[in-house]
């Protein structure tokens, strides 16, 4: 009997247990289904800041870095052996037009010179006599000719040895600067031997740089190019063109000629060179910070209203140009006057319902001038 009342009280307890899990599932049912057919929360615009964009003119361009080079340069270097006896420069030193640098020892061609011209004079005077006798018949014309080819003989060995002299004496052959040298009295030099680079000082330099294929065409001798140097800009003409174009890269090589702040450029260094070629070309431009980029395509987000009157973000693919003064040019894809996202895009998807609010005080955003001005990017030449 006792164990039949504690079965009955065990089949009560699990059957109120479970009429009370029955009843919390069927409330949690019921909210779900509740939940489930209740209309979504209203979307929530993203803050951005807008601008129209305007019109500009452009010109395609291309940088490149390119060489200074001065218009005469050489490396001084000895044409005959021999060993150093004096040395009339310093490293770094500005020399003038003909002014001795090196001289070689020369003792043993001053003394054949001297011996030369002690040949040089008794030919002379034996050719002196020579004529007067052959006045009078007293010698035989091949006595005379014999007596004018070894003057002319003792002369020549005169002159060789005066050239030799003279070439073993190094001048220089413009006004230049002269680079880092280790020549020292006594030292012996080879034939060619490289003593030191001489850089002429004139009132222009050059520039050398290579243009690639795309644009080889329409650059022109007289086109004018912007350079870079030590961060300070200089403008220069194109005086030249090479004749064909590199093998390997296509490019080809052109010219420079810069005329001022010539303290900026030294031979051999490197400058950066912008140079705008081909048909001017009126686009829209908007904020560098309005362009979005992805894998396959480049986009900025457009503002138009729905069919509510709701402001929404639509993304439309562009192509890019030059970035001049803040502003980036498109190509193609967006017409001058659309509203386009310029901050706040990163937080866009296509047809985000979108609030406008004013730019920041420290935004990077170009002013908006209404009615939009047209702009153009290209300098007078």
Not at 199 to 218: H, K, L, T, V
Not at 263 to 271: A, K, M, Q, T
Request: net charge negative; glycine share 6%.
């Amino acid at each position: 009997m006792k164990s039949l009342a504690v079965w009955l009280g065990s089949a009560a307890l699990l059957t109120l247990t479970l009429a009370l899990i029955g009843g919390l599932a069927l409330f949690k049912y019921s909210q779900i289904q509740a939940a489930m057919h209740m209309p979504p929360p209203p979307e929530q615009p993203i803050s951005i800041t807008a601008v129209a964009a305007k019109e500009i003119t452009i010109r395609p361009s291309t940088t490149m870095i390119g060489t200074v080079l001065s218009p005469r340069s050489i490396m001084l270097s000895n044409e005959i052996a021999g060993t150093v006896s004096a040395v009339h420069f310093q490293p770094g030193q500005i020399v003038d037009e003909n002014q001795v640098l090196v001289e070689l020892d020369t003792s043993v061609e001053r003394a054949q010179l001297e011996a030369a011209k002690a040949r040089k004079q008794i030919a002379e005077s034996a050719y002196k006599r020579i004529r007067e006798a052959a006045v009078t018949r007293a010698v035989t014309p091949s006595e005379l000719d014999e007596a004018t080819a070894q003057l002319a003989q003792a002369a020549a060995q005169v002159d060789e040895l005066d050239a030799v002299i003279n070439r073993k004496t190094l001048k220089a052959p413009f006004r230049g600067k002269i680079g880092l040298a280790d020549t020292h009295e006594g030292q012996f030099l080879p034939s060619g031997f490289s003593i030191a680079s001489l850089q002429g000082i004139e009132d222009y330099e050059f520039i050398d740089f290579m243009i690639p294929q795309s644009a080889s065409e329409s650059v022109h001798v007289g086109d004018i190019v912007q350079l870079q140097a030590q961060s300070h800009e200089l403008t220069g003409e194109v005086v030249a063109l090479d004749s064909q174009a590199d093998r390997n890269s296509r490019n080809l090589m052109a010219r420079a000629k810069v005329t001022s702040q010539l303290e900026y450029l030294i031979p051999g260094d490197s400058v950066r060179v912008r140079i705008e070629y081909g048909q001017r070309l009126t686009c829209a431009a908007v904020p560098a910070e309005a362009l979005r980029t992805a894998p396959m395509q480049t986009y900025v987000y457009v503002i138009q209203p729905d069919k509510d009157g709701a402001l929404r973000a639509y993304a439309r693919q562009v192509v890019p140009g030059p970035t001049v003064d803040g502003w980036l040019s498109i190509i193609s894809g967006l017409e001058v006057g659309s509203r386009v996202v310029a901050e706040g895009s990163f937080k866009l998807r296509d047809g985000a319902l979108v609030g406008v609010v004013p730019a920041t005080s420290n935004a990077s955003i170009p002013p908006v001038v209404d009615p939009l001005p047209s702009v153009d990017l290209v300098p007078n030449s």
